[in-house]
């Protein structure tokens, strides 16, 4: 039997998440805050989801 291509698809060849990009989409975040009117003191105090949440918030 052969081993098939769905067999080799294992999650070890999938990509790492870098560091690096995380703070660059964290900055980009950040930027469209402070453009929905958010200080920058504001943001100085919320952590990574209360951030996601307030981009949801904005959007709608």
């Known amino acids: ?4 291509r769905a ?10 998440k ?6 660059y989409r964290m900055k980009q975040q950040k930027a469209r805050l402070v453009g ?8 100085v105090h919320l952590n990574t989801k209360e951030i996601r949440a307030a981009l949801r918030e904005a959007k709608a």
């Open 1 to 4: 039997m052969r081993i098939r």
């Open 7 to 16: 067999m080799r698809k294992k999650p070890l060849r999938r990509p790492v």
């Open 18 to 23: 870098k560091p690096r990009l995380k703070r």
């Open 36 to 43: 929905a009117g958010y200080t920058e003191e504001q943001l």
